[in-house]
């Protein structure tokens, strides 16, 4: 008896000293139904607060199968003790197939202040259609939710995950620092609304790599505050393409600065890569942009500077002096094929020009022959151009 108490105690000192045990929790041992029907939230709620609680890294673990999170659901990192939570996911969260059960939530499932949390695997489907076909008919309806946000939150990995038919964007990156998607696809149909893929939003230091994105609207958006982003090898439709902005709508508002999109590929978009701010007055700015090697095929606008931003073309801002500044863009081998005879358009401010535009190897066609270009208030250079006419 004796021996054995002591033996024990060795083993748990053992254990708390030098084990770096990483502990697992399965959602399905707490309660998580894989039919699909039973709300599982709280299974996943209870695995998240074990593996916060946790002194050691912590594994939570989907096994496949479809989970139903009937209701907006919050991971919060700030109590958190563990220095890591990796998420494995076999299997498919699901939303509820009637829309006004996350409608009204701004995101489904959303992280808030966590610190290196890894996503690995999964798919998330957010079952969007009847929320899209409640705005097309015009009815009244929510604004719909986003699929997965991560909120002021560091050193995140989202790896292999898949976003099916988003509500609205698909996954959004707001206030955070160091993060790392790769090898994300994201699915809903071109005619969705609002379905941007990734919007990311005054973060800093993130990369977005190896990812496949099908979607009604932004392939990629990078709203204001942005800075040491590094996208590649990204295939982008359908969609709008990727798209820093749309910007300036504050007039007090954080720019967007040092940015690489490099090896990507457009397939019939209404965008390749474009910059969007609004002709109101703003200290906003772009600075630093790099968009590298680049294939388009059948884009309308493969290249697009558009500081007259206003989608839906009613009480459009048109203060001359008013815009965002944008300055050092280099757009370097980018070709393909253009569904409109203007393939780049670069459509400054007269209060507020772009200037060190440049464009190196860029070879679009229209129908087979030499696309067209406009600049309205644009400065910068213009080398190696083929196969279309630059204005620059
Ligand atoms: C620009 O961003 C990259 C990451 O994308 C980073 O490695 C680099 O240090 C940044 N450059 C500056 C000047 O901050």
Same mark, same amino acid.
């Given at each position: 008896?004796?021996?054995?108490?002591?033996?024990?105690?060795?083993?748990? *000192?053992?254990?708390?000293?030098?084990?770096?045990?990483?502990?697992?929790? !399965?959602?399905?041992?707490?309660?998580?139904?894989?039919?699909?029907? &039973?709300?599982?939230?709280?299974?996943?709620?209870?695995?998240?607060?074990?593996?916060?609680?946790?002194? !050691?890294?912590?594994?939570?673990?989907?096994?496949?199968?479809?989970?139903?999170?009937?209701?907006?659901?919050?991971?919060?990192?700030?109590?958190?003790?563990? +220095?890591?939570?990796?998420?494995?996911?076999?299997?498919?969260?699901?939303?509820?197939?009637?829309?006004?059960?996350?409608?009204?939530?701004? *995101?489904?499932?959303?992280?808030?202040?966590?610190?290196?949390?890894?996503?690995?695997?999964?798919? &998330?489907?957010?079952?969007?259609?009847?929320?899209?076909?409640?705005?097309?008919?015009?009815?009244?309806?929510?604004?719909?939710?986003?699929?997965?946000?991560?909120?002021?939150?560091?050193?995140?990995?989202?790896?292999?995950?898949?976003?099916?038919?988003?509500?609205?964007?698909?996954?959004?990156?707001?206030?955070?620092?160091?993060?790392?998607?790769?090898?994300?696809?994201?699915?809903?149909?071109?005619?969705?609304?609002?379905?941007?893929?990734?919007?990311?939003?005054?973060?800093?230091?993130?990369?977005?790599?190896?990812?496949?994105?099908?979607?009604?609207?932004?392939?990629?958006?990078?709203?204001?505050?942005?800075?040491?982003?590094?996208?590649?090898?990204?295939?982008?439709?359908?969609?709008?393409?990727?798209?820093?902005?749309?910007?300036?709508?504050?007039?007090?508002?954080?720019?967007?600065?040092?940015?690489?999109?490099?090896?990507?590929?457009?397939?019939?978009?209404?965008?390749?890569?474009?910059?969007?701010?609004?002709?109101?007055?703003?200290?906003?700015?772009?600075?630093?942009?790099?968009?590298?090697?680049?294939?388009?095929?059948?884009?309308?606008?493969?290249?697009?500077?558009?500081?007259?931003?206003?989608?839906?073309?009613?009480?459009?801002?048109?203060?001359?002096?008013?815009?965002?500044?944008?300055? !050092?863009?280099?757009?370097?081998?980018?070709?393909?094929?253009?569904?409109?005879?203007?393939?780049?358009?670069?459509?400054?401010?007269?209060?507020?020009?772009?200037?060190?535009? +440049?464009? +190196?190897?860029?070879?679009? +066609?229209?129908?087979?022959?030499?696309?067209?270009?406009?600049?309205?208030?644009?400065?910068?250079?213009?080398?190696? *151009?083929?196969?279309?006419?630059?204005?620059?």
């Amino acid at each position: 008896m004796f021996t054995k108490r002591i033996t024990t105690s060795v083993v748990l *000192v053992l254990f708390f000293q030098y084990s770096s045990a990483i502990v697992t929790y !399965n959602v399905v041992n707490l309660g998580a139904k894989a039919d699909g029907r &039973l709300d599982s939230k709280n299974a996943f709620l209870k695995a998240w607060n074990s593996a916060c609680a946790s002194a !050691n890294p912590a594994i939570i673990y989907v096994p496949t199968g479809r989970y139903l999170i009937a209701s907006a659901i919050t991971f919060g990192g700030q109590a958190c003790k563990s +220095k890591a939570i990796t998420i494995n996911i076999d299997g498919t969260l699901v939303a509820p197939s009637s829309y006004n059960a996350i409608g009204n939530a701004q *995101v489904w499932i959303k992280f808030y202040r966590v610190n290196h949390v890894t996503i690995s695997g999964g798919t &998330l489907d957010a079952q969007g259609a009847p929320l899209w076909a409640c705005k097309a008919s015009g009815k009244s309806c929510p604004q719909g939710a986003t699929t997965l946000g991560i909120y002021h939150s560091q050193n995140i990995v989202i790896n292999r995950l898949r976003s099916l038919n988003s509500q609205m964007f698909h996954i959004m990156i707001y206030a955070c620092n160091n993060a790392r998607l790769q090898g994300v696809s994201i699915v809903a149909p071109g005619l969705s609304p609002n379905t941007d893929g990734i919007h990311l939003i005054s973060s800093t230091g993130v990369t977005i790599l190896n990812s496949k994105i099908a979607t009604g609207d932004d392939c990629i958006s990078i709203g204001p505050g942005n800075s040491n982003l590094w996208i590649e090898t990204v295939v982008c439709g359908p969609g709008h393409g990727i798209s820093i902005g749309s910007l300036g709508w504050q007039l007090q508002e954080p720019g967007v600065q040092n940015v690489t999109v490099k090896s990507t590929t457009f397939m019939g978009t209404q965008n390749g890569l474009r910059i969007k701010t609004w002709a109101r007055h703003s200290n906003g700015f772009v600075n630093n942009v790099v968009f590298q090697h680049s294939s388009m095929v059948n884009v309308q606008n493969p290249i697009i500077i558009d500081a007259n931003y206003c989608p839906n073309k009613q009480n459009c801002p048109n203060d001359l002096l008013s815009g965002v500044k944008i300055s !050092n863009v280099v757009y370097e081998d980018i070709h393909g094929t253009s569904a409109k005879q203007v393939a780049v358009k670069f459509d400054c401010r007269k209060g507020k020009p772009c200037n060190g535009i +440049k464009l +190196k190897d860029v070879n679009l +066609k229209y129908m087979g022959r030499p696309a067209a270009s406009s600049c309205s208030y644009v400065g910068g250079s213009a080398s190696g *151009v083929v196969g279309f006419m630059s204005c620059l």
